[in-house]
């Protein structure tokens, strides 16, 4: 069977098409890459993967039934929300990415007393950001899965460097790469050209950064 059979056959779950999946010989295995703001959530063995600084990446899991996924969240909520009337379907934000990964695991199989999760990223991977970012989706996504009492088996976050992440969604494996610079100089950029976004949007609605 080659790549494309591969692919063809073990196809994305509904609702998660549109993301980017690849054969990896070396691995033989299926990746699927997921960027800022995606969620996927799968029941083949497959590796997803994505590279991180300030962003927060959930890998969760059912273990008993065969299924779980990843999100890659910016921050916790919008800029100024103050409720959840506020929080807009863009899973950008965790509020709402963790809600999409949570519903999309158990809508196909999976169950929610046997949600266990790891939790990467949140790195101050440019200096000039003085808000705090990964410090702030750290503590959000501590004080969720304390809320909602999903075990957190591990945590990479933190640091200064950027990390690409790998994880089985149905073993539960993963192991994180700290990027060199090429790909470390690439998660500065994308980190400081959101960080001129946020403050545009601060400026604009005249408001604090939470």
Known sequence: MNSAQKIQKEKALPGFEKINRYWDPVRKLVIAKVLPGEVYVTKHHELITTLLGSCIAVCMQDKRNGIGGMNHFKLPAPPGSTSEKDISNDTNYGIYAMELLINGIITNGGDR?????????????????????????????????????IRILHQSTGGTTGQQVFYHPITGNDFSVSQGKNSFEEVKKAEADYLA????????NNIIFF
């Open 197 to 204: 976004k946020v403050n545009d949007e601060m400026d604009d």
């Open 113 to 149: 007393k046997f949600l266990q999760c790891k939790i990467f990223g949140g790195g101050n991977v440019v200096q000039a950001i003085t808000n705090n970012i990964g410090e702030k989706n750290i503590t959000f996504v501590q004080d969720f899965m304390r809320q909602e009492r």
